[in-house]
């Protein structure tokens, strides 16, 4: 059954007369005649949904994916709306249809994951920020005005600020203005420093180090630290190279197993 004409007013002009439908598709059983009903209701209402669609324009999604999502909210205010309540299919389709499009903005669109609390954060700066641009011409707004007006605490506008930065990421590929051509933003990442394992290396054997006999201690500096070879650090403490990689060997050994036996304990 068409939805009917009516000369009652409606906020509206893409709000249709659709309480005889309604009340029609209650009383319905599944089947072919209420899906048919069903369906001219939605496509009723589909330019009211595509008008709350269009509020959310210019924020990084496309008109026609918003206008998607805008129709998915409508279908879901359809199928959950009693028309027994007494209230107006437009007072429950709205807040319903802005929900959905704000759920695909914070599910879909953020490309960095941040909390909701920071993505509200985020939504109440930006539109205090909207506002004190018209009114305060020619400047931006100040931390403390944007707190007045966003009614949150400075340290909050601050989170909110960076968060702005954060719905969007840059590709590792993007090339940076500020240098030359061709210099991108994975040019400036580091790498993995290999020396790094030499510095855990060294700082788990240090206790074992300082409880060699001095002599000890001293060839393995000369060895590993000074870079002398066996057959100049004997020469220097006056004893053979055999003496030398002989007692290289032993305090290799010790250490090693003194790191594992500490390895073993901390974990």
Known sequence: MPAQASSKHHPHHDAPDTAESF?????????????????QIVVAWLPMADRLAGRFRNRGESTEDLRQVAALGLVKAVDRYDPALGNAFESYAVPTITGEIKRHFRDYMWTVHVPRRVQELRNRVRAAMQDLSQT?????????????????????????????????????????????????????????????????????????????????????YLRFFGGMSQSAIAEQLGISQMHVSRLITLCCHRLREQAMCERAIRD
Do not use: M, N, W
């Open 23 to 39: 009340r029609e598709l209650a009383l319905l059983a599944p089947g072919p005649r209420h899906d048919a009903v069903r369906d």
């Open 136 to 220: 305060i011409p020619g400047r931006r707004p100040t931390t403390a005005e944007i707190a007045t007006e966003a009614g949150v605490s400075e340290e909050d506008v601050l989170v909110g600020l960076e968060a702005l930065e954060t719905f969007t990421a840059l590709s590792l590929d993007a090339e940076l203005s500020d240098h030359a051509d061709g210099y991108c933003l994975g040019d400036t990442l580091g790498e993995p420093d290999a020396a790094l394992d030499t510095v855990v290396d060294r700082e788990a054997v240090k206790p074992g180090l300082r409880a060699l006999p001095e002599r000890d201690q001293t060839i393995i």
